[in-house]
């Protein structure tokens, strides 16, 4: 079975050891094209090219213009099963699962996307991921967390999820 293949991919397991805390530093080891040295990867994980140096808030004013074409978005493809005149909750759990799903992954949302914002960690700047992208998704559904603001204008739910919408450089 894989008699060609090599046991183990080292990069995986340097990573791996790293992470679980059972990694040793030798000086004594060869190196080749399937060794890597564990400060090599340490050293590559710290280098990281799409963390901005600063992130810029976004204005209320995009923000809500985003929201409300999301929120046209969710309410097209809830109508497809239900009336939004007659119950408003599926057009609300559209949205939940719409956001979590585009924030999660890509960090924007089709209306975030067409407004030139992003919704990224905070302070770090990278993706969500999809754990925090629904814990933000459900409370921006109850609204009323998103109309709380600080001074960096993140919503209540922002602050919960350690994010901030941020507006996406010119070019």
Known sequence: ???GLPRRIPIVSVVLRHALGTHRESASR???PYRVRSADVAASANESPLVPARLEPAGFG???AALMIDWLLCLLIASLYASPFEKAWPAVLVLVVANTFFIGLF???PGMRLLRIRCAAYPGGGPLGLVRGLIRAVL???FIPAMIMDSQGRGVHDRVAHSIVATL???
């Open 1 to 3: 079975m894989g008699a």
């Open 30 to 32: 060869p190196t080749g």
């Open 62 to 64: 995009p923000r809500l």
């Open 107 to 109: 960090g924007q949302t």
């Open 140 to 142: 921006l559904g109850l």
């Open 169 to 171: 450089p010119r070019g």
